[in-house]
């Protein structure tokens, strides 16, 4: 079976946590004297396995909890990330208690997924697609409580989409929907409400009921964008690649009138990794020689860096799975 592709240093010091004692008005000395601890500094984190690093602030709302890079697969525990070797992707929920691994291999002629309690390391097999179908790109609802894959066949050279996989994370079960007249590169992730799915058709984006049904089609709008949500915190806007008719490469569209609510000036990424907050994504963008993961603006203003590293690590396919704590 497929290797789940990825899609990716340059920072210094540590975090130091400090008690700073703020002087105070002689009139409130009867209350005592007033301590504020402050906030911690940003920490720069290497990832294990390559040369990246990561900058976070114990403030993000969004930290990276796995990664992977060429056929390699990390996940976040506790300070540290620890390689998983039976695994080709992990994704974790949203709120960070469970995550679903897809296995390097088929078991007993099936694909199948691993439910992970990460406070216990426990798992849970669970099979979705008989061989020689895939089922892969894990996507999380944003409740935790379901799971939605890609299910691929080989046609020629070449994967095609066939439908999905829901995978529901508290019966511990998994149903696969044949999806007809599918696009054959269309990847499904959940809308933003959790009841349908939407992956990318003929240019636009179509919303399918969980048994398969289709519900809407947004025409025009170019295929969704990467990351784990392709939808903004409040469910109004999604985010796509821009259709070719733009000049400007990422485009936000009301999800209920199906309009243009913003076009991305200014910016040519490489890769989208999602939605930060209601007016900011993550971007991957090329800088000076080397790649950085950015925060963006609507207008295209780049307001943090996020990571940094070089051509050679984007050349590795990396990519990072930011959850929502």
Same mark, same amino acid.
């Given at each position: ?44 984190? +290497? ?18 909890? !796995? ?8 996940? &976040? ?67 935790? %409580?379901?799971?939605?894959?890609? +299910? ?17 994370? +508290? ?7 044949t999806v007809a007249n599918v696009d054959k590169a269309a990847r499904f992730r959940w809308s ?44 109004? %806007? ?6 070719? !008719? ?10 209920? !009138? ?37 925060? !963006?603006?609507?207008? %295209?203003?780049?307001? &943090? ?21």
């Amino acid at each position: 079976m497929p290797v789940t592709p990825g899609i990716h240093r340059l920072f210094g010091c540590l975090a130091v946590l400090a008690l700073v004692i703020v002087p105070v008005p002689a009139a409130a000395h009867a209350a005592g004297p007033a301590i504020v601890e402050s906030a911690a500094a940003p920490v720069d984190i +290497v990832l294990p396995g390559t040369r990246v690093t990561v900058r976070e602030d114990s403030k993000d709302a969004l930290r990276v909890t !796995s990664y992977s890079f060429g056929k390699m697969t990390y996940l &976040r525990r506790g300070a540290g990330f620890t390689r998983q070797n039976a695994y080709q992707e992990i994704t974790v929920a949203p709120k960070g208690k469970k995550a679903l691994a897809v296995p390097t291999s088929y078991q007993s002629g099936y694909d199948s997924v691993v439910l992970l309690d990460l406070a216990t390391s426990k798992g849970t097999r669970i099979r979705t697609v008989r061989k020689p179908l895939v089922a892969h790109y894990a996507h999380w609802n944003r409740n935790g %409580g379901k799971a939605v894959l890609t +299910v691929e066949r080989k046609s020629g050279s070449a994967w095609v989409t066939s439908g999905f996989v829901v995978v529901d994370a +508290v019966a511990k079960t998994a149903r696969t929907v044949t999806v007809a007249n599918v696009d054959k590169a269309a990847r499904f992730r959940w809308s933003s409400d959790g009841v349908d799915v939407v992956a990318e058709h003929s240019g636009g984006t179509r919303f399918y009921g969980q048994d398969g049904a289709i519900r809407r089609t947004l025409a025009k709008t170019g295929r969704p964008a990467g990351g784990e949500d392709a939808f903004t915190p409040s469910g109004r %806007g999604l985010m796509t690649w821009c259709p070719s !008719s733009h000049t400007e490469h990422v485009c936000v569209w009301d999800r209920t !009138s199906g309009k243009l609510a913003a076009k991305v000036p200014g910016i040519k990424p490489k890769a989208l990794w999602g939605w930060w907050d209601e007016k900011h994504f993550i971007a991957v963008i090329p800088a000076s020689g080397h790649y950085q993961v950015v925060l !963006s603006t609507l207008k %295209g203003k780049t307001t &943090r860096v996020l990571a940094a590293f070089s051509a050679a690590d984007w050349s590795g396919k990396l990519y990072l799975g930011y959850t929502r704590k």
